[in-house]
Nanobody, 126 residues
């Protein structure tokens, strides 16, 4: 059974930083498409950053490019999201997601991802 467990959310002021972590279990870590999506009230869930584990190819959403960085630590079966220069519009629940196999096709489509974490809240105040 695949499980994704997020941690690292919290409350910060604008301009601050947070690092989210997602520990994966129940599946071979390398060779899968994993990443982060976020959702705020009254908005659809949107993709933030993705990584093809093992290959380490990454993709970052336009709204967070140059501020957020996704990375992996295969020894810890973990994927991380380093978030810098946070803005109030970054507020939301951040979800770790995974699909078995490479990142291909419409990688930002939430329906492509078969496994989700429970989410961790990020709140950025102005």
């Amino acid at each position: 059974q695949v499980q994704l467990v997020e941690s690292g959310g919290g409350s910060v002021q604008a301009g601050g930083s947070l690092t989210l972590a997602c520990v994966v279990s129940g599946v071979t870590f390398s060779g899968n498409c994993m990443g982060w999506f976020r959702q705020s009230p009254r908005k659809e869930r949107e993709g933030v950053a993705l990584i093809w584990t093992g290959v380490r190819a990454t993709w970052t959403g336009d709204s967070v490019k140059a501020r957020f960085t996704i990375s992996q630590d295969s020894a810890k079966n973990s994927v991380y999201l380093q978030m810098n220069n946070l803005k109030p519009e970054d507020t939301g629940t951040y979800y770790c997601a995974a699909k078995i196999g490479p990142c291909s096709g419409d990688i930002w489509k939430t329906a492509e991802y078969t496994h989700w974490g429970q989410g961790t809240q990020v709140t950025v105040s102005s």
